[in-house]
């Protein structure tokens, strides 16, 4: 009966975001703090738009859950914190933005987890790092104006990322560094300017396909 009760809840949920109505999602949550627990499955979906606004709606979700329960949000937290680490296996690999998502609807509240994503930047093992870097950045872009301090510790390794091969790493540097406010970090390399390689960056509920030149120039 539980396995049915899940199965159902994923699937209206997965509905439910496919609508876009992610608020729903957040008053189902308060009568269902499992919803949480959920939207992290549905982060996993081969949608990758589904996956990416299960991200959005587990922070709009877990701000509601926090007003009643706020150690269970920062259980969720622990959890996600969890699946990132080896001995998880790494598994979810939209761990840190959902981590982010929530930090930045109370970053008084979970700021000392707003480190811990922040910190993953410099103290993940290399060869974890390389699934996890992209996201991480997007992450830390997210938390730019609501923990900006902590941010600014790993300003260095963000304008290194930079130089990544990886057109989605080096991307997600530059429009991090536009969020934290440092783009003339980068102002002194006019070759990003006309970098034409693709670049996915999730805004406004979709992933929109941009490139590291056209995410230069609009920061």
């Given at each position: 009966m539980k396995l049915i009760v899940r199965f159902t809840l994923g699937k209206t949920l997965r509905q439910l975001l496919d609508q876009g109505r992610l608020e729903k999602i957040a008053d189902m949550a308060l009568r269902k703090k499992r919803v949480l627990g959920s939207?992290?499955?549905?982060t996993f979906d081969v949608d990758p738009r589904i996956g990416w606004r299960a991200v959005e709606a587990i922070g709009i979700a877990a701000d509601r859950v926090a007003e009643r329960d706020p150690d269970y949000v920062r259980g969720q937290l622990r959890r996600l914190y969890w699946l990132i680490s080896e001995e998880s296996g790494g598994i979810c690999?939209?761990?840190?933005?959902a981590m982010a998502e929530i930090i930045r609807q109370r970053p008084v509240?979970?700021?000392?987890?707003g480190v811990i994503v922040i910190s993953l930047l410099t103290e993940m093992a290399e060869e974890d790092l390389e699934h996890f870097r992209p996201g991480i950045l997007w992450a830390i872009g997210r938390l730019a104006d609501v923990i900006p301090d902590?941010?600014?510790?790993v300003i260095p390794e963000?304008?290194?990322s930079i130089d990544h091969a990886d057109p989605q790493v080096c991307g997600m540097a530059v429009w991090c560094l536009g969020k934290s406010g440092k783009s003339h970090l980068f102002r002194n390399?006019?070759?990003l300017l006309y970098d034409q390689r693709p670049v996915d960056l999730y805004e406004d509920g979709n992933i929109n396909?941009?490139?590291?030149g056209g995410?230069?120039?609009?920061v």
């Open positions: 939207l992290v499955a549905l690999w939209h761990a840190p933005e509240l979970f700021e000392d987890y902590h941010v600014a510790e963000i304008v290194a390399r006019p070759e396909r941009t490139s590291v995410l230069a120039r609009s």
